[in-house]
Every structure is written in structure tokens, then in C-alpha cells.
């Protein structure tokens, strides 16, 4: 055992030691800092830190239990499930004072009903094991995000992800009918009805999701999930501009708004790094533009409709100049292999160094606008800096994303990302647009709160805090600036 090791296991009382593992059994409880290691550091590299132990249970009772031996003995706890955070919400400080609670053990689909159209389902199942029992039940789970291989559903509804969806079915609260949680004082709270209409006080489930575990953990939901689409049509339009590409939106709304099941923008700047940084991601256009949307239109009816809509919608823009070229995917591989192309974005950003992310939303008709004046505020801020926007525009949502310098240091790049992030932020609260879209908050951002959030809003959510978790326990330092 490292010194490393041996202070965060003296920092856990003796007794407290005694009653996790008795709690957890062999397996659920990890104290070697080699064991460790996975759960004290985020994906993206950018935050390191401590635990004085990790705890896998394995069901919902143990881990309710986990949280009422954390209270009595007063030790901070850092709910993770795949570790997927942009913003260092799963990552615990540098203390080592805090236990990491990881939900990936409590992986089961309890049930789907199909009459209902629901799935119950604990917290740790992966996305993409959700996704794939409802498409084995004839059923969609309407909720796709670049890491549901890793992001587990209790992580996913805590941030209330959004991702290439929403534009049809809106982020992951709506999809919620019922929910469990672990309250901090360790007793469960059981909200798993799956109703559809449930006038009978406060939503409390709606407080929990987004809250980023900071009032509790997410043991288990009641997703609301979809006919399974029988025909889908996928198309990847090179475009002039984030203004084409809105109007391009525009115009498939105006045909068949429900139809949209996807519509994401690319820069040529990073489909240029995904092209080249990923292999077998190709760009299957003959020539690089300036940036690229990818429209998916589903429906759960059968027949050609679908692909009439789509070549007529095409057909009109290519006419029209709105769209300069596109490629119409041909089978379930092709669909596939676009979808790489925008799937891939984080993981060729990351590949090509340090990169600065801004996940912002504004409204609609101030996207182009917005990409406009953060671009150029960012090129006269780092001279070089790789403007790579891209995401969700059907929903207002843009990963407004730079990239360092080629050949600059990245340490470097990294040490002005308050000065990007607070020149984008500015351009942003101008135009009525949040700063955090649907990464949230974790403690990348928490230094924002006040002045975005502040006066009545963040105090009613210092409230909620102390009433739920009135020791200050759960994920000390996300969302919440310290006082
Ligand atoms: C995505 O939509 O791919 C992510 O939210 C990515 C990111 O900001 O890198
Ligand atoms: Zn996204």
C-alpha cells in the first residue's frame, strides 16, 4: 500500500470502515488507491482528485444504507456512474475526506411493460443497455448521447442530459415518470408511479433530476419510452453556414416538424478533425464545406413516406442553394457511418490536445449570430485556437468548443479557459442564452452561479439544499459556489 493509500484509509474512521463493508460485502468496497484510481479523475483528464474509500453497491438498499453510515459518521460522498462528466461532477476533491459512491453494480432492468410503454430500470445500467432492452421490446428509449456506451441512467438523469433527441422528445425529464432515490440521511424515497397525470403536491422527482447529486442518489427510474420507428432516413448536407443550417431546419419543420428526430450541426473545422483524427470516420462528400448538419427524420409507420420527405425537403434545398451537397444513407451501415461522423467529435477534440468547451444554448434565430461574434472573440483572444463548434441546433443547443493552437502547449492553451469560457459567456447572457446547456454545472462552472443565477434563484436552491441534505454531504462543490 502507497502512503497515498494509507492516508485516505486512516481518514475513514475505524468503525465506519466496519459498517460499510459489513453493508456493501466483499467487492462493494474499495480502499486501495490502485483500486481507486478509475473513480478520482474525469474523462476529460482535467480534475484529479482523492477518496477515502469507493463503494459499489450493489442494490438499492445497501446503497441507501451506504448514505445513512456516510451521515452518522459525517463523510462527504461523491455519487459517479460511468464517469462520463464534462464538468468534474463525479470527481471528488483533493481532500480525500470524501467517499465515491459508483451506482454501476445496480444494473438491472427491472421490467418494461408494453401496454404502459415503460421501463423500470436501476441506476446503473449503461445508456446503450437501456436503449437496446426497449429495441428488443419492439420499443424506443428516445435519449442518444455521444458516451450512452459509458453514461449510466442515475448519472444521466442527474444531469438531466439532453443530447440528439431533444429536439423531438425533449431532455431527460420528460422522460421520467416515476423515480428512487437514497435521501442522505440514508432512508429511500419512493416516487416509482407511472403516471401520466399525478396532481398530488410538489414533483419531487423533477428537484432530483438535474440536481446533479447534490441532494441525493438516483437508485432507479421509470422511463417513459416510444413506439420503435419502422422507418428511418438519415442524411449528412454539406451548408454555407450556421445560417443555412438553420434555415434548413426551418424548412424541414415546416414540412413535418414531428418527423425530426435528429438535426445536428457540424463545423468544417471539426468534421475536419474527425475526418482525419478518427479512422474509419470518412467524409463521404467530395468536397470539405464549411459546415455539415446531419437530419434524421423516424417515424413508426412503414413505407416510403419518409424517404419522400426527405428527398423532396433535399431536393428543394439543394435547388434553392441551401444545401451545397448530400449524401442519403443507403442501409443500417450507412446510417451508421454517418452517425460516426458526428458521434466521434469529443473523442477527435480530445485527440487533437487541449480543448476549452462552451456547451451554451440560445435561442434559435441567435445561433448564427452567436457562432459569429464568439468566433471572432475567441480568434482575437488565442491567435490560432481551433473554433469547433458543433451539437444540437435543432434545440438551440451548440457545443461552442475550442481547440489549441496546433503545436502550442496545451497547459497553456488550458490556463485562459476562464478567460474563453467568460468571453463566450458574455456574448451569450446578451443574447438570452445559458451558459451550461446540458453538461451542467459540476464544478467546472459553479463560479458562474452567482452572477448567472444569483439573488432569489440561487438562494431558493441553497434552500432546497439545506432541507434535503442539511449536512452538506452529498457532491460538496458541484453545482452550488461554497458561501
Ligand atoms: C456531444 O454532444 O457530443 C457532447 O455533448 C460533446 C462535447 O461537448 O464535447
Ligand atoms: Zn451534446
Request: one cysteine or more.
Amino acid at each position: 500500500m502507497t502512503a497515498f493509500a494509507s492516508d485516505a484509509a486512516l481518514s475513514l474512521p475505524a468503525d465506519a470502515l466496519e459498517q460499510l463493508r459489513t453493508a456493501l460485502g466483499s467487492g462493494g468496497l474499495l480502499t486501495e488507491a490502485s483500486d481507486m484510481a478509475p473513480f478520482v479523475t474525469d474523462w476529460r483528464n482535467l480534475f484529479h482528485g482523492r477518496a477515502c474509500a469507493v463503494a459499489r453497491p450493489a442494490t438499492a438498499e445497501a446503497c441507501a444504507e451506504t448514505l445513512r453510515i456516510c451521515a452518522e459518521h459525517k463523510i462527504a460522498v461523491v455519487p459517479q456512474g460511468g464517469n462520463t462528466s464534462m464538468v468534474g461532477g463525479a470527481t471528488p476533491d483533493e481532500s480525500g475526506r470524501a467517499l465515491v459512491l459508483v451506482t454501476s453494480r445496480m444494473n438491472r432492468v427491472r421490467a418494461i411493460d408494453p401496454i404502459d410503454q415503460t421501463m423500470t430500470i436501476e441506476a446503473g445500467v449503461t445508456l446503450k443497455a437501456a436503449q437496446d432492452a426497449a429495441k428488443e421490446a419492439g420499443l424506443l428509449l428516445p435519449l442518444s448521447i455521444s458516451s450512452e456506451g459509458s453514461a449510466e441512467i442515475g448519472g444521466v438523469l442527474a444531469t438531466n442530459a439532453g443530447g440528439n433527441n431533444t429536439v423531438r422528445y425533449g431532455n431527460a425529464r420528460e422522460l421520467v415518470l416515476g423515480l428512487e432515490v437514497a435521501l442522505p440521511d440514508g432512508r429511500k424515497l419512493d416516487l416509482m408511479r407511472r403516471l401520466r397525470k399525478d396532481n398530488t403536491g410538489y414533483a419531487l422527482r423533477q428537484i432530483f433530476i438535474g440536481s446533479e447529486g447534490t441532494l441525493g442518489l438516483i437508485t432507479a427510474a421509470i422511463l417513459q419510452l416510444q413506439p420503435a420507428p419502422r422507418s428511418i432516413e438519415a442524411a449528412l448536407c454539406a451548408v454555407e453556414s450556421p445560417a443555412a443550417a438553420l434555415r434548413l431546419f426551418a424548412a424541414f419543420r415546416s414540412r413535418e416538424p414531428s418527423a425530426i428526430q435528429a438535426f445536428e450541426f457540424m463545423s468544417g473545422v471539426s468534421m475536419g478533425l474527425v475526418n482525419t483524427l478518427i479512422p474509419d470516420a470518412k467524409l463521404p462528400l467530395a468536397e470539405p464545406a464549411a459546415a455539415y448538419v446531419l437530419v434524421e427524420l423516424a417515424s413508426p409507420r412503414e413505407g416510403g413516406a419518409l424517404r419522400e420527405l426527405m428527398e423532396e425537403a433535399l431536393g428543394d434545398a439543394l435547388e434553392n442553394g441551401l444545401v451545397t451537397d448530400a449524401v442519403l444513407a443507403e442501409s443500417e451501415a450507412q446510417r451508421g457511418a454517418l452517425w460516426k461522423l458526428r458521434e466521434e467529435h469529443a473523442e477527435a477534440q480530445k485527440r487533437a490536445g487541449a480543448s476549452v468547451k462552451n456547451d451554451v444554448s440560445v435561442p434559435l434565430s441567435a445561433i448564427p449570430e452567436f457562432i459569429e461574434r464568439a468566433s471572432a472573440a475567441c480568434e482575437a483572444l488565442i491567435p490560432g485556437v481551433r473554433v469547433a463548434p458543433f451539437g444540437h441546433i435543432g434545440d438551440g443547443n451548440i457545443h461552442f468548443n475550442l481547440v489549441q493552437p496546433e503545436g502550442a502547449d496545451g497547459a497553456a492553451f488550458l490556463a485562459r479557459d476562464h478567460d474563453i469560457m467568460d468571453a463566450v459567456a458574455g456574448i451569450v447572457r446578451e443574447l438570452g442564452g445559458s451558459f451550461s446547456a446540458e453538461h451542467g454545472v459540476g464544478q467546472l462552472k459553479t463560479y458562474m452561479m452567482p452572477e448567472w443565477r444569483g439573488g432569489a434563484e440561487l438562494d431558493v436552491m441553497r434552500r432546497i439544499k439545506t432541507a434535503i441534505d442539511p449536512q452538506g454531504l452529498m457532491n460538496p462543490g458541484k453545482v452550488l459556489p461554497a458561501l
